[in-house]
């Protein structure tokens, strides 16, 4: 059996990105300029690029095709652009990767079919994209305002089919993909069979064994596992990500971005209904991590890497079905039948508080966002939230807890969560106790919102992050700038001397942003990443999220071109031609590192695929250097070719592989920040 290597986990590596950030402290180096950026109009419905694009191409296809019948004199050049399509009203750029100085200065936007073709001219070239792309050269086209289907052709050389049109019209598919992807996650005996054909899992969840904490030495177990007494139903929920795994860590972000998207994008998501429905699903879930009698919330179900005595999770490539058939002891495989149940704190004892402020938060706005629905139920989401959020121990000492082992998700900033959590359950109160002044009630977590949040601005990690799982503070930020903006809190804010305001947390995010910019400008295809080179995908997603928050506090577009540059990155205007979400643009993932995807759905990206699923994206050349799965994988690519081979950099590479998972799983985090970040493009 094939050991698998340490998983793509969610998010960022948090001390890089500090580094990261201090090192920009000092860069003068100038950003890139960008055009003017204008919220998109909304117009009448037009096909998504991915419906006319004529089937997927391959990076090595384009590149040949971008030197056929080419004069021996004219460099190799391709073409990247958005796959997904870009907006009317909205920035609009493509780039041209070429192998050396390029002969022609314009390029044109050919409609596929009638009308007229919209010629623009080649921007300067800005740094190059490894020794055999020393030169990408920006294609700005933002003029482009006909709706249509389009090819770029520069010289000989053509890009992949995409459409100009409403951004509701675009971007809905997505919001509409991530919400197909969490239906496939789902664990327990609620499952969507959908095209990968789902069946129940993991039935026995429902009378789990509670285990003590587990050694472990980096990610692996050392030793055995020791029960308790106690019995859980910790049936249900969504599987982390290419594992079977369920972590409330990433449960409750997740259910945080779908519950942000109802209530503040809801033009935005194509079916309101479905996601509500699935966004309880996850609730329903976090609430049974939640024994309110014995005060303990469990933080994880299953066992990831195992020894030599009990196989893990990751130990084993299967279909998740096969997780319920019956295991006796000794077998290695028994803690795959009889999961163990992890528990973040001792009864009555304190939670660390990333998961009690993250939590609280994800309760808060389901308080909030069900409230007019069922209000039986919102009441049961804000007492549970503030039951978690009273037990957050705000004097941790080591690390914070995150999973078993914490090399899963090593987070170590919490001060964010806590000014989310108390953020939402203020808005929940006052949403369920009606309008009118806010009572002392909901006023207690707003004083606490505003406490943390300015121990969040005194914080080493503050500014060091994109929003993503490691640090919410963007979203914690924007929900208390506007509940300070409400005239009806001013006179307590003024009387209780809250440590924050309006204009110091707008000031922090404009900070934030401010990095995302250098980022965006020193990079040739824009890409802002505070890690880099990893975690390219969530930070990207995360920096558009932050801008377009920032903007609709402002009621300005100042940040529109950042939010348009990472999305534009994650959806294919990037050095490998590919987008980075499942199903989404002509080129997408076709070999996932997740078994339900590899062993019930098509590897060739045409078929039964999992729609939604995205991926880490490229990252160090380290990780790439050992690939492998445990034993039973369909071997992806089938032929064992590696298309990605020739774009590779010093620094960073990109495998579409079933065996890279630090490229290739996708993970309930980096779909949520997917869902996001389409809700609020389709919204407009």
Known sequence: MTDRPFPGRSGSWPVLALLAALALGGCARASRPMPAARRCDGLASLPSARSVAGGATSPADQAHSARVGAPAAQPAVMVRVNQVGYARGCPKRAFAMASATLLTRTFEALPVGAGSPFRGEVGPPGPGFGSRWPYVYPLDFSALVTPGTYVLQLGRSRSPAFTVGDASSLYRPLVGAALSFFQAQRDGPDVIAGPLHRMPSDLQDAHAIVYRIPRFRTDHLVGGLAPTRTRVDVSGGWFDAGDYLKFTETASFADVAMLVALRDYGGGVPDPSSLRREARFGIDWLMKMWD??????????????????????????????????PVSRPSRSYF???RPVFAANAPGHRISPNLAGRTAAALGLCAQVFAGQDPGYARRCLTAGEQIYERADTAPRGPLVTAQPYAYYPEVEWHDDMELGGAELYLAVRRLEGAGAPAGHANRYLARAAYWADAYLASPSNGGDSFNLY????????????????????????????PVSAGSLLTDMRDQLRMAQRLNGQDPFGLADPAYPVDTVPHALGYAIQARLLDRLTGHDTYEGVATDELDWVLGANPWGSSFVVGAGSLYPHCLAHPIANLSGSLTGRGPILRGATVDGPTSIENLRTLGAPDGFRPCPVDGHDPFAPLTARHIGYRDNAQSFATSEPSDDYVSLALLAGAQEAAG
């Open 292 to 325: 309110a009698r014995r005060g303990v919330l469990y933080d994880q179900v299953g066992l990831g890497d195992g020894n030599g005595h009990i196989l893990g999770d990751h130990d084993v490539w299967r279909l998740p079905v096969s997780n319920s058939r």
């Open 471 to 498: 640090d919410d503070s963007a979203l914690g930020h924007y929900e208390l700038i506007r509940i300070l903006r409400d005239p009806t809190v001013r006179p307590y804010a003024r009387a209780a001397g809250l």
């Open 336 to 338: 795959l039948y009889r």
